[in-house]
Each structure stands twice: as C-alpha cells, then as structure tokens.
C-alpha cells in the first residue's frame, strides 16, 4: 500500500521559514512527480509546488521566488522549504504524489497545518 508521511507544518511568524518533508512508502519517487499543495480558506486546493524525479520543477503564481522544492530519488522524499511566508500563506498544506504515465495513479497525504500569525 502506497502512503505518503508529511512533516514540518506548525506555527510561525510573518516572515518566518518552515520546512515541509514528504516521505513515500510502498513505491519510488523514480519516475513519479512529487508535489505540495494548498487549502487556505475561503479557496480551491492549488499547487504550491511539484517536482518530477528528473528534476524539473513547477511553481505556484503566487511562490514568487519564495520557496524552493526539492526531491530525493534515493530517499524517495521531497522537501518544499518556504521563506519569507504570510499570514495568506496559511492553510492545510497536502503532499502528492503522481504518476503520470499509464497506469495513472494519484495519492494524497492527510495534510499539515501551516500557520503564519504574530
């Protein structure tokens, strides 16, 4: 059984850094892409970041240059390490994990919280 293990999530202050990890079980990063998303209320699940295991990397409109997502093919992990947060950067923050060549398959974590508040 595939599962996905997050870490990291937890309170800080405006302008503060927190690290997310994100760890698989039951199946490799290897071929897969890796991703971290985002519920903040009063919004629609969006991607904060995803990277494939090649190394290609995507990011949100909103990220402007503030974090940095990293995967690890032999840790089959990824890493999203976010700076300069904001109080709009609040929300549950969920781990995925995909594969998207045939046989498709989509797997979430249960979420963390991630709280930027003074």
């Known amino acids: 059984q595939v599962q996905l293990v997050e870490s990291g999530g937890g309170l800080v202050q405006p302008g503060g850094s927190l690290t997310l990890s994100c760890t698989i079980s039951g199946t490799r990063f290897s071929g897969n892409v890796m991703g971290w998303y985002r519920q903040v209320p009063g919004k629609e699940r969006e991607l904060v970041a995803e990277?494939?295991?090649?190394?290609?990397?995507k990011y949100g409109n909103f990220v402007n240059g503030r974090f940095t997502i990293s995967g690890d093919n032999y840790k089959n992990m990824a890493v999203l390490q976010m700076n300069s947060l904001e109080p709009e950067d609040t929300g549950v923050y969920y781990c995925?994990?995909?594969?998207?060549?045939?046989?498709?398959?989509?797997?979430w974590g249960p979420g963390t919280q991630v709280t930027v508040s003074s």
């Open positions: 995925r994990l995909q594969r998207r060549v045939t046989p498709t398959y989509s797997i």
């Open positions: 990277v494939t295991s090649g190394g290609t990397r």
